[in-house]
Structures are given as C-alpha cells and as structure tokens.
Nanobody
Framework: QVQLVESGGGLVQAGGSLRVSCAASGGTFGRNPLAMAWFRQAPGMEREFVATINWSGDLTDYADSVKGRFTISRDNDKNTVYLQMNSLKAEDTAVYYC??????????????????WGQGTQVTVSS
C-alpha cells in the first residue's frame, strides 16, 4: 500500500511562485516504479489534470493551462515528486492532489487511471 502526503501549499500573490511536494511511502520508488501526477480541484469544479511524470523522470506531460509555467520533477532517492509553479494566476487557486500508479508506464491525464491519492494541499493565489 502506497501513502502519499502533499506539502508546500499556501497563499501567494499573482505572479509569484510556489513549490508543492509529494512524499511517497509504503512502497519505494526503486522497487515498485510509480508513475506520478498532480491534479487540482477548485470549489464546485471537477478534479482536473495538471502534470504527470513517468518513473524515470524523462517523460512529462502538462495541461495546456499550465504549460510553460509549471514544472513537474521527481527525486527517486527521496521518494518525492515536486511541482514548481511559476507565474501563478488567480485561476490556479485549488486543492492540489498528488496521484500515483504502478501500472502506468508514461503517466496519464485521467483521474480514473490512478490508484493512490494524497489528501491534497491548498494553493491560493491572490489577485
């Protein structure tokens, strides 16, 4: 069983930067490769895809709304995936969730494809 714990959320002004992290435990990255992803959910909205990264970290994908502003990365020695968010906008305000799955080889933008989820971390961007 994999547990995911997000951290690093907070309040930031529009145009600012923030980095959120997701630490995995209960199944190391090394023995059980995990494709990882970030999703977000704003109040009253469905959970939406933000970014994904494969096990080795050489394949990433982003939602059009964050391309060029957000960067997903991972440190398999630390069992952690990161989302660096730059040039933040008010519309980026949401709860950000980390997701993982062992069966995906290249990640996926679909909620239904991920088995493990974190509890979420709030990111609020003030305009």
């Amino acid at each position: 069983q994999v547990q995911l714990v997000e951290s690093g959320g907070g309040l930031v002004q529009a145009g600012g930067s923030l980095r959120v992290s997701c630490a995995a435990s209960g199944g190391t990255f090394g023995r059980n490769p995990l494709a990882m992803a970030w999703f977000r959910q704003a109040p009253g909205m469905e959970r939406e895809f933000v970014a994904t990264i494969n096990w080795s970290g050489d394949l990433t994908d982003y939602a059009d709304s964050v391309k060029g502003r957000f960067t997903i990365s991972r440190d398999n020695d630390k069992n952690t995936v990161y989302l660096q968010m730059n040039s933040l906008k008010a519309e980026d305000t949401a709860v950000y969730y980390c997701a993982a799955d062992r069966t995906l080889t290249s990640g996926s933008p679909w909620v239904r494809d991920y088995q493990y989820w974190g509890q979420g971390t709030q990111v609020t961007v003030s305009s």
